[in-house]
């Protein structure tokens, strides 16, 4: 018994140094098959093409990011006013050249590698058709910020409304994916630009103010004209550099319910018409008080 069991455990021993021994020499053919000059040849070749490839890709990289600045710096020198837009358009310029370059660098890498790069393509178009239904909105986005941009719709610091989101603002920034405004009560709104279909813009020409004072014609109409004509004078010389035009006395107009008042039309700058129409309508109020004129304040109701 023994014996026997010994001679079973000798047996198997030896099947696995049998086998060890095989798959040595199967590594060892196979070693000894590989043709290590062409191996050392091809990785030379193709070593020395992805140092070339390297260099060349660098060098259009520079030249070409040189020649977008240098092109962009020109139209900077010619513009006087806001350069946002060509600041803009200059950033997405580059970000389009990179991403471009980068795709062809890469398809060069993996083509001198030897990857079958028309079997990834074919793999990255179906992927990519995938992504891009889910991706519509971003695109339109990016689309339509790239024309408010080029065509100068809107500039950072200037006053619009957006009629059909019923919103408005100065803008604070405008990006090609979205723009910002930021209201009067403080309140930040960003605004995807897919949103924006019509763009009222208050800053590109100067604002009219209309000024109303309330009057008693019967207490002397022509008198109130000179006295409101005095404070015009007097404040149009005070912010001639806000106004543009004016201020002209427009003369009385009927506001209802047998109210009238007294008009003051002028054209000023951009953001000053709330301050302005403030300071004049305090001060025609306190001269014609001062002077025993009166204000009325009945209700004005129009039928």
């Known amino acids: 018994m023994l014996f026997l069991t010994v001679q079973t455990t000798d047996s198997t021993g030896f099947?696995?140094?049998?086998?060890?021994?095989?798959?040595?020499?199967?590594?060892?053919?196979?070693?000894?098959?590989?043709?290590?000059?062409?191996?050392?040849?091809?990785?030379?070749?193709?070593?020395?093409?992805?140092?070339?490839?390297?260099?060349?890709?660098?060098?259009?990289?520079?030249?070409?990011?040189?020649?977008?600045?240098?092109?962009?710096?020109?139209?900077?020198?010619?513009?006087?006013?806001?350069?946002?837009?060509?600041?803009?358009?200059?950033?997405?310029?580059a970000n389009i050249f990179s991403y471009t370059l980068f795709f062809f660098f890469l398809y060069s890498v993996l083509d001198t590698i030897g990857i079958p790069v028309g079997s990834l393509l074919a793999g990255a178009g179906i992927a990519g058709i995938a992504i891009g239904l889910g991706a519509q909105g971003f695109m339109n986005d990016i689309i339509t910020g790239f024309f408010i941009i080029l065509e100068q719709q809107i500039d950072v610091g200037d006053y619009i409304k957006l009629v059909n989101l019923q919103i408005e603002g100065t803008v604070t920034s405008v990006g090609i994916r979205m723009v910002q405004l930021k209201a009067a009560d403080g309140t930040v709104h960003f605004i995807p630009n897919r949103n924006i279909t019509t763009i009222s813009n208050l800053s590109r020409a100067h604002m009219q103010v209309l000024i109303d004072v309330r009057i008693q014609p019967n207490e002397g109409y022509q008198e109130i004209n000179q006295l409101i004509q005095q404070v015009n004078e007097r404040l149009g010389k005070t912010y001639k550099q806000d106004i543009f035009d004016g201020p002209n006395l427009f003369g009385m107009v009927d506001l209802g319910n047998s109210n009238y008042a007294i008009r003051t039309v002028m054209y000023v700058t951009n953001g000053k018409q709330l301050p302005l129409k403030e300071e004049f309508l305090a001060a025609y109020v306190k001269e014609l008080t001062d002077h025993g004129y009166t204000i009325p304040n009945n209700p004005i109701t129009i039928a």
């Open 15 to 93: 099947d696995v140094v049998d086998q060890a021994t095989e798959q040595l020499s199967v590594w060892q053919r196979y070693w000894d098959s590989i043709d290590w000059n062409s191996v050392l040849s091809a990785l030379i070749s193709k070593g020395i093409t992805l140092i070339a490839i390297l260099i060349l890709f660098g060098i259009i990289r520079k030249v070409g990011n040189f020649l977008i600045t240098q092109s962009f710096e020109r139209q900077k020198r010619k513009v006087a006013g806001s350069t946002t837009r060509i600041e803009t358009i200059h950033t997405l310029s």
